[in-house]
């Protein structure tokens, strides 16, 4: 497929153009009267199709047809309960319910005129769970049902002409909502080993492939986090410490996913990894000086505007050089002057979610309009919907949210919408293809370093895998892929191989261990007494895989920790 192309420079200033024509004729005219809900038996609202070739013009020219209600609802971007568009659990139903007063993901789009969804889910060792209230993710074909149902609601809105959004956090390693059936990519920081953006591009233009074909359009990555702490929140959703290579494989990674119709939301400005501290629990401080953000936290999110990123998310961070006291999702001069102003970033921008603690200190309707006058153009995951809608609609006509800035907003979200449009959905077939397999093989295999030992050769045979405590089919992965690779694998007595992951400390090394593999941020290897120390940087399939050969002496562990460990080199592997 071709690459969406990014809007050039031209395009804003038509889109500021064009958006205050419409503030002007806001202005002269009385504000459009609510439309009515479309009833269940129309295929399509009364919206004149706009002929522009141009997204930020036929983006302009829908707005100009909108009334408030649709100007709120496509700022709005929520998540809910149910697995179908349809037809939900007596469970789920109650959570739309205590949500937004409505019993199905469908009837949520259809009152509040939504412009997206996000799709949320779990997975193991996920540091994002605690505002994951549910899950809508099961398997493609389900997710696919799910996202064309929720289009099919959406297309008889009066803005159904522009694409319906629906996002989700597929990061690949810890955070990954789609786990079954899919491509799984090694973890950012396996990439940031591997320091090959070509990879890293090639990987991620399969992950986008296989988001479009399941109907989403909007994936809220990469990590743009400069891994400047010992950050467990972060920590290998990062591509590490140096912020010349994250910038590097964040430009990839957002050429990778917008080419096959995927935008991309570099995430979390102002640089989430400055502070160790979980904004899912507290507002973090930054405390670093403004001569640091710029050397460390703001070159990766340049280099992904430069890639032309269309969203950049905002972060619940206290960044005390710029804002003192007010966190960045809030801070107009954070969003507004840096982002916009000294980045120039053009795009939508989309808050964290509105239902983690720094967010919640106001009621969903003054979080939401506090967040839109900040900057933001997109409210997502607030925790009560029909307050938030509520509250944007009373503070649009009191004055107290300025008809040029929800203009302005909706005006981005829809031109971003444009940008994905009149493409061709990929047919599921294609997720999991051995093609996509060997995009995300390639960037494992470049990943795995070693950061004790000789640099190759084959480990001692027979082994016996062992791991931390609930990692049984890592084991059975690393096991299987080591068979494959000609290595005798035996319960016990072998040559040990020992396996650590996300949250392990030194209680989980294992002293008798002659290789210790560390499959997430490596800092425990610095504990480990094993004469052999790997990395990998992520527990998938693949990065099993390439571990395997690397083991059976078949392939050369080049990559380069992208991160500082205690005591320990990048690689002993030279240059």
């Not at 509105?354 to 309707?365: H, I, L, V």
Request: aromatic fraction near 4%.
């Amino acid at each position: 497929m071709g690459r969406v192309s990014t809007i050039p420079r031209r395009t804003f200033v038509a889109l500021a153009a064009l958006t205050a024509l419409l503030v002007s004729g806001c202005a002269k005219e009385p504000a459009p009267r609510p439309a009515a809900p479309p009833s269940p038996s129309s295929s399509a609202a009364p919206t004149p199709t706009p002929t522009a070739a141009d997204p930020a013009a036929r983006a302009a020219a829908l707005v100009r047809t909108l009334a408030d209600e649709d100007l709120v609802g496509q700022v709005l971007m929520p998540y809910a309960y149910g697995s179908s568009a349809t037809k939900v659990s007596p469970a789920s139903a109650a959570g739309n319910r205590s949500l937004a007063g409505v019993d199905t993901p469908a009837e949520m789009v259809a009152k509040y005129r939504l412009g997206g969804v996000i799709l949320v889910g779990f997975s193991a060792d996920d540091p994002t769970s605690g505002n994951q209230a549910t899950t809508n993710v099961d398997n493609p074909k389900q997710v696919r049902e799910l996202t064309t149902g929720l289009r099919e609601a959406a297309g008889k809105l009066p803005a159904g002409p522009a694409p319906f959004l629906i996002g989700t956090d597929q990061e690949y390693g810890v955070v990954t909502r789609i786990t079954d059936g899919v491509t799984l990519l090694p973890s950012p920081l396996a990439a940031g080993a591997a320091g090959k953006p070509a990879l890293t591009e090639a990987a991620w233009r399969a992950a986008g492939a296989e988001l479009a074909a399941m109907g989403i359009n909007l994936d809220f990555a990469p990590v743009a986090d400069v891994l400047a702490t010992r950050s467990t929140v972060i920590g290998s959703r990062s591509f590490g410490a140096d912020p010349a290579n994250a910038s590097a494989q964040v430009a990839g990674a957002v050429r990778g996913l917008q080419a096959e119709g995927v935008a991309a939301s570099v995430k979390h400005f102002p640089g989430h990894g400055l502070s160790a501290t979980d904004s899912h629990k507290d507002l973090p401080v930054i405390g670093q000086s403004r001569e640091v953000l710029d050397r460390t936290a703001f070159p990766p999110f340049r280099a992904g505007i430069d890639a032309g990123a269309m969203a950049v998310m905002s972060a619940h961070l206290d960044v005390r050089a710029v804002d003192p006291g007010t966190p960045a999702t809030f801070s107009r001069k954070l969003l507004t002057d840096v982002l916009r102003g000294q980045l120039g970033f053009q795009g939508v921008v989309i808050t964290d979610g509105m239902n983690m603690p720094p967010a919640k200190r106001w009621s969903p309707g003054e979080a939401a309009v506090r967040a839109l006058a900040a900057g933001n153009d997109l409210i997502l995951m607030t925790p009560n919907v029909g307050q938030a809608y509520d509250g944007l609609l009373a503070a649009l006509r009191d004055g107290s949210l300025p008809r040029a800035r929800l203009l302005e907003a909706a005006t981005r979200v829809l031109t971003m919408k444009f940008k994905l449009a009149d493409r061709p959905t990929p047919e599921l077939s294609g997720l999991n293809s051995a093609d996509h397999r060997k995009a995300a093989a390639d960037l494992a295999a470049a990943a795995v370093t070693v950061l004790r030992g000789r640099c190759g050769g084959p480990v001692a045979g027979p082994v016996t895998v062992t791991s931390s405590g609930g990692r049984d089919r890592t084991r059975a992965t690393l096991t299987e892929a080591l068979t494959a690779a000609g290595v005798k694998v035996v319960p016990s007595g072998g040559t040990v191989v020992h396996l650590v992951g996300y949250g392990d400390g030194a209680d989980d090394l294992r002293a008798d261990a002659a290789v210790t593999v560390a499959m997430d941020t490596p800092y425990v290897l610095a504990a480990a007494k094993s004469p052999t120390l790997l990395a990998t940087y992520s527990s998938s399939r693949a990065s099993m895989t390439a571990l395997a050969g690397v083991l059976a002496g078949k392939a050369r562990p080049g990559g380069r920790s992208p991160v500082p460990v205690t005591g320990l080199p990048a690689t002993t592997c030279g240059a």
